[in-house]
């Protein structure tokens, strides 16, 4: 079974600064899919970012980026200039190419301070 | 846009008491899920539903049953509820496979 790991179970960062978060995870397969969703305190869990497993580039989409090392199953998520309503937990998820069951990892709760 | 919804957004049982969780979706999505959320731990797929008429056991599925009505609605049935079932419930859908999951704002579900 994939596992999905994120070591850090809570982070904190200063308000317009950078934070970088950890994931790992243990798959066999060489086409899957990996994402990055936010859940602030409202609950909801928002989809900050994809990243194909068969695409070298690593997925952008505004102030996140992550860093997507295929060899060493790593994922990270790189949040710039962070701002308070980043402030949430984010969750690492792991999905196999053709499959619906996705697997998420046990979250990194971040908080910005201004 | 409502999206996905969930009721109830609340709920309190008695050990034993059966209940049903209700999820609807709006934007014509095939594919249907629910997880369960505890405390530490990730997101974890009770059942999931590919398809209108199909049900499929995810990681975590003893204890429920699920019902895909129509391709809009998707329900989760606790027959006797368990304090290992206290837990907050989330809904999900996608249009295709490997397509960002939609999450509705969850249930949260005490068992006493």
């Known amino acids: 079974a994939q596992t999905v790991t994120q070591s850090q179970p809570e982070m904190s960062v200063q308000e317009a600064e950078t934070v970088t978060l950890s994931c790992t995870y243990d798959?066999?397969?060489?086409?899957?899919?990996l994402f990055w969703y936010k859940q602030p305190p409202s609950r909801q869990m928002i989809l900050v970012i994809r990243?194909?497993?068969?695409?070298?580039q690593n997925a952008t989409e505004n102030r996140f980026s992550v860093n997507f090392q295929k060899a060493a199953k790593s994922f990270s998520l790189k949040i710039s200039d962070s701002q308070l309503g980043d402030t949430a937990m984010y969750f690492c998820a792991f999905m196999k190419h053709d499959r619906n069951d996705m697997r998420f990892g046990a979250g990194t709760r971040l908080t910005v301070k201004p | 846009n409502a999206g996905v919804t969930q009721t109830p957004k609340f709920q309190v049982l008695k050990t034993g008491q059966s209940m049903t969780l209700q999820c609807a979706q709006d934007?014509?999505?095939?594919?249907m899920y629910w997880y369960r959320q505890d405390p530490g731990m990730g997101l974890r797929l009770i059942y999931y539903?590919?398809?209108?008429?199909?049900?499929d056991k995810g990681e975590v599925p003893n204890g429920y049953n699920v019902s895909r009505l129509n391709k809009r609605e998707f329900s989760l049935r606790l027959e006797s509820a368990a304090p290992s079932q206290t837990s907050v419930y989330f809904c999900?859908?996608?249009?295709?496979?490997?397509?960002?999951?939609?999450f509705g704002d969850g249930t949260r579900l005490s068992i006493l």
């Open positions: 539903s590919a398809s209108e008429g199909t049900t």
């Open positions: 934007m014509n999505h095939n594919s």
């Open positions: 798959t066999s397969e060489s086409n899957y899919y």
């Open positions: 999900a859908s996608n249009g295709q496979v490997n397509q960002p999951q939609h």
């Open positions: 990243q194909e497993a068969y695409k070298q």
